[in-house]
């Protein structure tokens, strides 16, 4: 009895030894989903400071317009310099959910006082009804651009436990809500004399 017992243990053990047909689709089970869990957090990454470089360099090119007097001398208002703006944005952005807020500041101290926009995962009514004095020759003027990127994987960052530094401490890539990325634009400058 125990003889055939052993004889039977040894003929399984030897069918386990030669079938490794399984073995691929097993390793790909432990590191499958860790790798594509790390490619998508790349993406996500990547796309959103993308974004994040898109809508500052936008404000920049278009806030030379202010700077230089072209929009003062066309009458500009706040949809014709908006369309400007999003004229320089790639098509991934929606332009529709673009927020200006332009305002003349005393001295460029006051300029490091920028727009509350965060307002429990929502914008703010400051970043919403911004407003648009590009004032005259000579004055510093602010330009805010915000932008709410809608991440692909909102719980991604969650996962990760990656928090940024503040109290409380935020996630980093999801800053504004669980499933957004609040993106700023910020332009700061010194009107040249135009008149």
């Known amino acids: 009895m125990i003889l055939k017992l052993n004889r039977t243990l040894n003929r399984v053990r030897r069918g386990f030894r030669k079938d490794d047909s399984g073995a691929t689709a097993i390793e790909f089970a432990f590191v499958g989903a860790p790798f594509l869990f790390l490619l998508l957090a790349t993406f996500e990454t990547g796309l959103t400071l993308f974004s994040e470089y898109s809508v500052q360099s936008a404000t920049t090119t278009a806030s030379r317009l202010i700077r230089t007097g072209q929009a003062h001398s066309g009458g500009f208002s706040k949809v014709e310099f908006k369309n400007r703006l999003c004229a320089e944005l790639p098509a991934m ?11 003349v500041r005393n ?52 996962l990760l ?18 499933d957004k990325h609040l993106v700023r634009g910020v332009a700061v400058f010194r009107n040249e004399p135009f008149d």
Request: proline share 5%; charged share 20%; glycine share 8%.
């Open 93 to 103: 952005i929606d332009c529709d959910k673009i927020y200006i807020n332009v305002e």
């Open 161 to 178: 436990n990656i928090k940024g530094t503040g109290t409380p401490p935020p996630n980093w890539l999801a800053n504004h809500g669980d």
């Open 107 to 158: 001295n460029f101290s006051d300029a490091s006082s920028r727009t509350d926009a965060s307002d429990n995962g929502q914008l703010s009514d400051d970043a919403t009804d911004g407003s648009f004095d590009i004032g005259n020759a000579g004055e510093i003027v602010i330009v805010e651009t915000f932008y709410e990127w809608d991440l692909m994987t909102p719980n991604l960052m969650n």
